[in-house]
C-alpha cells in the first residue's frame, strides 16, 4: 500500500467532493434551508468554550440525559470561530474522507486502482449516499461523521494496525450511546474477512486481533454509555433516551439493564418487524446487489436495526437512524465488490460470463430503484438549496435582520421563527417553545407567522402560549425595530 499515483486522484477527487458538499451546504445555510437541529449542534459543541459546562443547549439544557455526543466536544474549535457553517464544512470533509479510504480499502482488498476510485465513486453519488449527507432541512448531525470514521476503522482493522484501530475505534463510540454497535458490526466484518483471506496460516495468524478487541471495546461501551446518560439528572425539556423509545410507554424500561432485558425477551417481534425488513431491502439495493456475494453478514448486519425497532420508526432512512445502516453498507459493499472483481479476473471464461451478467442485472436493478430516490436529492447534486423563502424574501430578511446583527450584543438572548434560525446561529439562541425557566429573549426574529412555525404554538390575547396555555412571552413587552415584507424584528422594551 505505497503511495503513488492512484492515491492522488483519490485525494484531488476527495478535494472537490468536499468542495462540491461544502457549496451545497453554504448555500442552502445562507439561503435560509436549515433549522433545529444544527444549530442546536452548534450550542452543544460550544458550550465547553462559552463557560456553560459541557454539551449545554438551550434546546433541551443537558444533552447527556439524552445522547452522548462526545464528539462534539472537540468540534467546538470548529463551531466556536465559524458557528455553523463550521459544521457544516466538517460534514463535507467527512464525505470527502469517506470516497478516499474506500479507494484504500477497495485497493487493500485487491482491486486495481482505477477501477477502485471508479466504484468508490459509484458509491458515493449514489442516491441513497447523497441523502444520508444531504440532512434536508436539518443540516447536520454529528452521526452523518460516522460512516467515514468507520471506514478508516475498517481500513486499520484490516492492516491489523492495533493503535490506529483502537483510536479510531474511541472516535467512532464517542459519536453516540449506540455508535459502539457500527463499530462492533465492522469490526465483525473485519474478523471474517482476514480469517477468510488468510486460510494457508494456522489459527492464530489468521486471528484479527485489533479487530477482536475492538469488538470488545464496543460491546463495552455500550453499557457505559448508557449508564453515563443515565446517571445524569432529566432536565424540563430532556428525560432519559431510554424513556423516548416509542415502542414502549415512558418509564415503562427502568434504567440500561432493563433496556438489554427487554431486547432479549422481544427478539421476535424484533426479527419481525418493518425496520427489519425495510433494512434487508436497503442492503439489497444499496449494495448494489453486492450483499449477495457476502449473505451471511444479513445475520451480524441486523444489530444496526435495533434503534429504530426500539424507537418505532417506520422510515429506516431518518438520518440520524440511519447512520448504523449506512456504515455498515459501505464496508459490506467495498468487500462484496472486491470479490466480484476476484471472480471477474481469476475464473474460468464461462464463470466469469455468468458472474458479470448477473451482477449486471443485480445493479442495474439496484441502480433504477435507487433512482427513483432522485427526486429527493437532485438539489444536491445541481447545487438548488432548499428553501421556503423566494430570493425577494432572503433579501428582505437579509435586509431586516442586518440590524440585529449589528446592534444586538451577542449574549443577548434571542427567539426565532425556525427558518430563521441562521441570523442567531452564533449567538444567545432560544427555542421558543422552551422558554419555561428561560430568561424572557431581549429580541424576536419573525417572518409573520403566529405560531413561529411550531404546531403547538399560538397567539392568545397577545401572547404566544402552547397547548398547555404556558406562557412564551408577551408580545406587548417588545417594539417592532424594523419591518418589511414578512419580516419582522422586535426589541423588548426597556
Known amino acids: 500500500m505505497q503511495w503513488d499515483r492512484c492515491d492522488l486522484v483519490a485525494l484531488l477527487f476527495a478535494v472537490f467532493v468536499v468542495i462540491w458538499?461544502?457549496?451545497?451546504?453554504?448555500?442552502?445555510?445562507?439561503?435560509?434551508?436549515?433549522?433545529?437541529?444544527?444549530?442546536?449542534?452548534?450550542?452543544?459543541?460550544?458550550?465547553?468554550?462559552?463557560?456553560?459546562?459541557?454539551?449545554e443547549d438551550n434546546c433541551f439544557g443537558n444533552m447527556l440525559v439524552l445522547h452522548?455526543?462526545?464528539?462534539?466536544?472537540?468540534?467546538?474549535?470548529?463551531?466556536?470561530?465559524?458557528?455553523?457553517?463550521?459544521?457544516?464544512?466538517?460534514?463535507?470533509?467527512?464525505?470527502?474522507?469517506?470516497?478516499f479510504w474506500a479507494v484504500r480499502v477497495l485497493r487493500l482488498l485487491g482491486v486495481h486502482g482505477p477501477l477502485a476510485l471508479a466504484a468508490a465513486g459509484a458509491l458515493l453519488v449514489s442516491p441513497l449516499s447523497v441523502w444520508f449527507y444531504q440532512v434536508s432541512f436539518y443540516g447536520f448531525y454529528v452521526e452523518t461523521l460516522a460512516p467515514a470514521l468507520c471506514l478508516i476503522l475498517f481500513y486499520s482493522l484490516l492492516r491489523r494496525r492495533m493503535i490506529a484501530s483502537i483510536i479510531t475505534a474511541l472516535a467512532v463510540i464517542s459519536v453516540k450511546e449506540d455508535a459502539p454497535i457500527a463499530a462492533a458490526v465492522i469490526s465483525i466484518v473485519a474478523l471474517v474477512e482476514t480469517w477468510i483471506s488468510s486460510a494457508a496460516e494456522d489459527s492464530r495468524q489468521r486471528l484479527n486481533w485489533p479487530a477482536l478487541i475492538t469488538l470488545f471495546l464496543s460491546v463495552l461501551a455500550i453499557p457505559l454509555l448508557l449508564a453515563i446518560s443515565w446517571s445524569q439528572p432529566p432536565t424540563m425539556y430532556a428525560v432519559h433516551s431510554v424513556d423516548w423509545l416509542g415502542i414502549v410507554r415512558p418509564g415503562t424500561i427502568g434504567g440500561p439493564g432493563a433496556l438489554f432485558v427487554f431486547i432479549a425477551s422481544n427478539v421476535t417481534k424484533w426479527l419481525g418487524s418493518s425496520a427489519v425488513r425495510q433494512w434487508l431491502a436497503i442492503m439489497i439495493v444499496g449494495s448494489f446487489g453486492?450483499?449477495?456475494?457476502?449473505?451471511?453478514?444479513l445475520l451480524f448486519g441486523v444489530v444496526t436495526t435495533v434503534v429504530a425497532w426500539l424507537k418505532n420508526i417506520n422510515d429506516l432512512l431518518w438520518t440520524p437512524r440511519f447512520f448504523l445502516t449506512e456504515s455498515f453498507l459501505w464496508c459490506v459493499t467495498l468487500v462484496g465488490f472486491a470479490s466480484l472483481v476476484r471472480v471477474l479476473t481469476s475464473g474460468g471464461r464461462w464463470t466469469r460470463r455468468v458472474t458479470l451478467g448477473v451482477a449486471i442485472i443485480i445493479a442495474a436493478?439496484?441502480?433504477?430503484?435507487?433512482?427513483?430516490?432522485?427526486?429527493?436529492?437532485?438539489?444536491?447534486?445541481?447545487?438548488?438549496?432548499e428553501s421556503s423563502y423566494s430570493p425577494l424574501e432572503r433579501q428582505q430578511a437579509d435586509a431586516v435582520f442586518a440590524r440585529y446583527r449589528g446592534e444586538a450584543k451577542s449574549d443577548e438572548p434571542v427567539v426565532a421563527s425556525p427558518m430563521l434560525f441562521r441570523y442567531a446561529h452564533d449567538r444567545n439562541l432560544f427555542w421558543l417553545d422552551r422558554m419555561i425557566g428561560r430568561p424572557a429573549p431581549m429580541w424576536i426574529l419573525s417572518d409573520g407567522t403566529d405560531n413561529y412555525g411550531f404546531d403547538d404554538?399560538?397567539?392568545?390575547?397577545?401572547?404566544?402560549?402552547?397547548?398547555?396555555?404556558?406562557?412564551?412571552?408577551?408580545?406587548?413587552?417588545?417594539?417592532?425595530?424594523?419591518?418589511?415584507?414578512?419580516?419582522?424584528?422586535?426589541?423588548?422594551?426597556?
Not at 451545497?24 to 436549515?34: I, V
Not at 433512482?371 to 438549496?385: D, E, I, M, P, T
Not at 417588545?478 to 414578512?486: A, C, E, F, N, S
Open 21 to 55: 458538499f461544502s457549496t451545497f451546504k453554504l448555500k442552502t445555510f445562507y439561503d435560509l434551508g436549515y433549522t433545529s437541529d444544527l444549530f442546536a449542534q452548534v450550542q452543544l459543541a460550544r458550550s465547553w468554550l462559552d463557560g456553560r459546562g459541557l454539551l
Open 68 to 99: 452522548t455526543y462526545f464528539l462534539l466536544i472537540p468540534l467546538g474549535l470548529i463551531a466556536k470561530p465559524f458557528g455553523a457553517p463550521g459544521l457544516l464544512v466538517v460534514l463535507a470533509a467527512a464525505a470527502g474522507a469517506a470516497y
Open 365 to 385: 436493478m439496484s441502480a433504477s430503484v435507487q433512482l427513483a430516490f432522485l427526486s429527493k436529492v437532485r438539489g444536491a447534486y445541481l447545487l438548488h438549496s
Open 457 to 494: 404554538v399560538r397567539v392568545k390575547d397577545s401572547v404566544v402560549v402552547d397547548r398547555s396555555g404556558r406562557c412564551m412571552l408577551r408580545i406587548d413587552d417588545y417594539t417592532l425595530v424594523d419591518r418589511r415584507g414578512r419580516f419582522m424584528l422586535l426589541r423588548k422594551k426597556k
Open 290 to 297: 453486492m450483499i449477495f456475494l457476502r449473505p451471511y453478514y
